[in-house]
Nanobody, 125 residues
Framework: QVQLVESGGGLVQAGGSLRLSCAASGRTFSLYTMGWFRQAPGKEREFVAAISWSGGSTYYADSVKGRFTISRDSSKSTAYLKMNSLAFEDTAIYYC??????????????????WGQGTQVTVSS
């Protein structure tokens, strides 16, 4: 079992930045690919970014490429999502997830085994 707890969400003006954190506990953090998803009201949960278990590979949705950066710190068992140039369309609940299947760049929710409770990000226009 892996427990994931997100933090760092909040209210920010358009053009601003936030950094989300996802603290993991339980089984060995370094064995898991970590991903970030988001879900806006009335919409399906969508892929945002993922980082391989080694941290050597990262993957992004086209909508956030160049603005968001995913990273991980195994010494702290924490994954991060730095979000720059935020836009109103980025408003959503952001979830982190862990995939223990050593998949390459998993982009669908069903590929992930564990989920956090989510953190709200609201961008005012």
């Amino acid at each position: 079992q892996v427990q994931l707890v997100e933090s760092g969400g909040g209210l920010v003006q358009a053009g601003g930045s936030l950094r989300l954190s996802c603290a993991a506990s339980g089984r060995t953090f370094s064995l898991y690919t970590m991903g970030w998803f988001r879900q806006a009201p009335g919409k399906e949960r969508e892929f945002v970014a993922a980082i391989s278990w080694s941290g050597g590979s990262t993957y992004y949705a086209d909508s956030v490429k160049g603005r968001f950066t995913i990273s991980r710190d195994s010494s702290k068992s924490t994954a991060y999502l730095k979000m720059n140039s935020l836009a109103f369309e980025d408003t959503a609940i952001y979830y982190c997830a862990a995939d223990g299947g050593f998949r390459v760049g998993p982009r669908t929710p069903r590929e992930y085994d564990y989920w956090g409770q989510g953190t709200q990000v609201t961008v005012s226009s």
